[in-house]
């Protein structure tokens, strides 16, 4: 079994930072690809940043220069930097990540239970 827990997210004011954290558990040798996505009330979820196997990132507008993913590959974790928070990044924020169980084995689509963050302005 693969789980993914999500932590740190919380209250914040605007124009303040947040740093959410995977974990990723269970019986993995690492994470191959991942990202962040969020969801507000009544909205559908949408992608926030995603890094690639090779290591390369996309964001969307809505973020970009405000957000940065990254990984250590140590403790399989993957963080979320975000700076310069507005109302509107309000949501929960879910991780996923496709895992890598063995020699070209490959498991894809884990998601984490949630973080709520909640930016107040």
């Known amino acids: 079994q693969v789980q993914l827990v999500e932590s740190g997210g919380g209250l914040v004011q605007a124009g303040g930072s947040l740093r959410l954290s995977c974990g990723a558990s269970?019986?993995?040798?690492?994470?191959?690809?991942g990202g962040w996505y969020r969801q507000a009330p009544g909205k559908q979820r949408e992608l926030v940043a995603t890094?690639?196997?090779?290591?390369?990132?996309n964001y969307p507008d809505s973020v970009k220069g405000r957000f940065t993913i990254s990984r250590d590959n140590a403790k399989n974790t993957i963080y979320l930097q975000m700076n310069s928070l507005k109302p509107e990044d309000t949501g929960v924020y879910y991780c996923?990540?496709?895992?890598?169980?063995?020699?070209?084995?490959?498991?894809?689509?884990?998601w984490g239970q949630g973080t709520q963050v909640t930016v107040s302005s």
């Open positions: 996923h990540a496709d895992v890598i169980r063995g020699p070209m084995i490959i498991d894809y689509d884990y």
């Open positions: 269970g019986s993995i040798v690492s994470i191959d690809a």
């Open positions: 890094f690639t196997s090779d290591g390369s990132t």
